[in-house]
């Protein structure tokens, strides 16, 4: 660094070191990891691990899972509140073995519209490209483009008008939508 003496560099290169240990004892430690390493078609070894430990990059509303580098380079342009923190990983941590994991908190409004999303295509059935043209479009242009079939598709499926539709699918309000029927599981005791 520019102005750094010898003293300062030695210092930050031991908290460097220190801090990378962390990681990689951490990393080691992990029970996901330790059964990636046992599989031999697995890509991560104990030295791999040491070049490169899987670590949790958190936000105040998601944590992504792999890398160092690639987390930080996947998420600079997400919008998760406050970050980000490179974290060890916990002992129990899951995470794919050759992709990021990403893991949102009960808090992330990101994950609230991608649900909200993809019910509102669930519900809209054949008229769920409305969903995306919305996004993808100003209010003015989307509502001029509504067919008088689609104003009333998004008024009888979703229970609100074209306007509250369009802030909808841009993630600026939340609908309440009637909940997706999910077949359970009844114990007939065997």
Same mark, same amino acid.
């Given at each position: 660094?520019?102005?750094?003496?010898?003293?300062d560099?030695v210092?930050?290169?031991e908290?460097?070191?220190?801090i990378?240990?962390?990681?990689v004892a951490?990393?080691?430690?992990?029970?996901?990891?330790? !059964?990636?390493?046992?599989?031999p078609?697995?890509?991560?070894?104990?030295?791999?691990? &040491?070049?490169?430990?899987?670590?949790?990059?958190?936000?105040e509303?998601?944590?992504?899972?792999?890398g160092?580098g690639?987390?930080?380079?996947?998420?600079?342009?997400?919008?998760?509140g406050?970050g980000?923190?490179v974290?060890?990983?916990?002992?129990?941590?899951?995470f794919?073995?050759d992709?990021?994991?990403?893991l949102?908190?009960?808090n !992330?409004?990101?994950?609230r519209?991608?649900h909200?999303?993809r019910?509102m295509?669930?519900l809209?059935?054949?008229?769920?490209?409305?969903v995306?043209?919305?996004?993808?479009?100003?209010?003015? &242009?989307?509502?001029?483009?509504l067919t008088?079939e689609?104003?009333t598709a998004?008024q009888?499926?979703? &229970?609100?008008g074209?306007? &509250?539709?369009w802030?909808a699918?841009k993630?600026?309000?939340?609908?309440?939508?009637?909940?997706?029927?999910?077949?359970?599981?009844?114990?007939?005791?065997e």
């Amino acid at each position: 660094m520019d102005g750094e003496s010898d003293e300062d560099f030695v210092v930050r290169a031991e908290r460097c070191s220190h801090i990378a240990k962390v990681l990689v004892a951490a990393c080691l430690k992990n029970a996901c990891m330790q !059964s990636y390493i046992d599989d031999p078609t697995s890509p991560h070894t104990v030295e791999s691990v &040491r070049r490169n430990p899987t670590v949790r990059v958190e936000y105040e509303q998601a944590i992504a899972i792999g890398g160092i580098g690639e987390c930080l380079a996947a998420t600079k342009t997400k919008n998760w509140g406050s970050g980000p923190s490179v974290m060890p990983l916990d002992m129990d941590d899951w995470f794919y073995p050759d992709r990021i994991t990403y893991l949102f908190r009960s808090n !992330s409004l990101y994950n609230r519209r991608f649900h909200q999303r993809r019910r509102m295509k669930q519900l809209l059935g054949i008229h769920r490209a409305l969903v995306g043209e919305a996004m993808a479009d100003t209010k003015k &242009r989307f509502l001029a483009q509504l067919t008088t079939e689609q104003m009333t598709a998004i008024q009888r499926v979703l &229970r609100v008008g074209p306007e &509250r539709f369009w802030r909808a699918a841009k993630g600026r309000v939340f609908l309440d939508l009637p909940l997706e029927f999910v077949q359970g599981e009844l114990d007939f005791g065997e």
